[in-house]
């Protein structure tokens, strides 16, 4: 199993910046990739951004992009989510996910973003 905490989430107001964590442990042996995922109220969960842990290689929402950087630190298997210019429509509640080489996955309880216009 992997165990995923995250910190960071808040309230900032629309063109602020925030930055999330999340630290994994656990079987992070077996880890092929983490990410972030959010869901806004009466919405559906969508795809945020992704790091490879293999070759740090990135993949971004069209909505992020150019706002949004992911990183990680290797040492202490933690992830994080530098979110620039952030805008109300970026409120949501952010989930880190990480997926295994084998197929599974697993998600962290979840951090409230919210942006004020």
């Known amino acids: 199993q992997v165990q995923l905490v995250e910190s960071g989430g808040g309230l900032v107001q629309a063109g602020g910046s925030l930055r999330l964590s999340c630290a994994a442990s656990?079987?992070?042996?077996?880890?092929?990739?983490m990410g972030w995922f959010r869901q806004a109220p009466g919405k559906e969960r969508e795809f945020v951004a992704r790091i490879w842990w293999g070759n740090s290689g990135t993949s971004y929402a069209d909505s992020v992009k150019g706002r949004f950087t992911i990183s990680r630190e290797n040492a202490k298997d933690t992830v994080y989510l530098q979110m620039n210019s952030l805008k109300p429509e970026d409120t949501a509640v952010y989930y880190c996910?990480?997926?295994?080489?084998?197929?599974?996955?697993?998600w962290g309880q979840g951090t409230q973003v919210t942006v004020s216009s």
């Open positions: 656990g079987r992070t042996f077996s880890m092929h990739a």
């Open positions: 996910n990480a997926f295994l080489y084998g197929g599974e996955e697993y």
